[in-house]
């Protein structure tokens, strides 16, 4: 076990969001479920790319809320295309400059690695643009950005 691992509090879903979660991911999957009362499990691990999340069923006394999110790095468009669309499905709420809420509460950042290129880069005027032009988006767009980044 790690000495840190991210626990996630919800009410009674935390096995239907661990199995989305797990899905989401290539490679990832349930590692553990913990019994709880009436059989249903009180809580479920899963596991991206060897860190451990447990998604746990608390009750209503807290919920998620964007203080506390995930970012995920993606390899280029089509992965932030495909992890948006199934983030924001079924009641996720999209927000800006890559960040969105799903249908469970949980808040996440979807950003392309290139935007780490574009944003960073020693020539300050063109990663000015590139920035400018993220903070006007919800959903990173990398060929917008590039344009930006290009002055077109």
């Not at 096995?15 to 999957?29: C, P």
């Not at 807290?62 to 983030?87: G, M, T, Y």
């Not at 020693?122 to 990663?127: L, S, Y």
């Amino acid at each position: 076990m790690r000495k840190v691992t991210t626990f996630l509090w919800f009410n009674d879903q935390a096995v239907e969001a661990a199995n989305f979660y797990a899905s989401l991911f290539k490679g990832a999957a349930i590692v553990d479920t913990m019994p709880g009362a009436g059989g249903k499990p009180m809580s479920a691990t899963f596991q991206v790319d060897g860190q451990e999340f447990i998604c746990f069923n608390g009750g209503p006394h807290h919920k998620l809320n964007p203080a506390v999110s995930l970012f995920i790095d993606c390899e280029d468009q089509a992965e932030v295309d495909r992890l948006w669309a199934r983030l924001t499905a079924d009641g996720g709420v999209p927000s800006v400059c890559g960040w969105l809420t799903d249908k469970y509460g949980l808040s996440w950042q979807v950003i392309p690695r290139k935007l780490k290129e574009l944003i960073f880069n020693p020539d300050r005027e063109r990663a000015n643009r590139a920035m400018h032009a993220m903070l006007q988006m919800q959903k990173i767009d990398v060929a917008a950005l590039e344009a930006a980044f290009e002055g077109r």
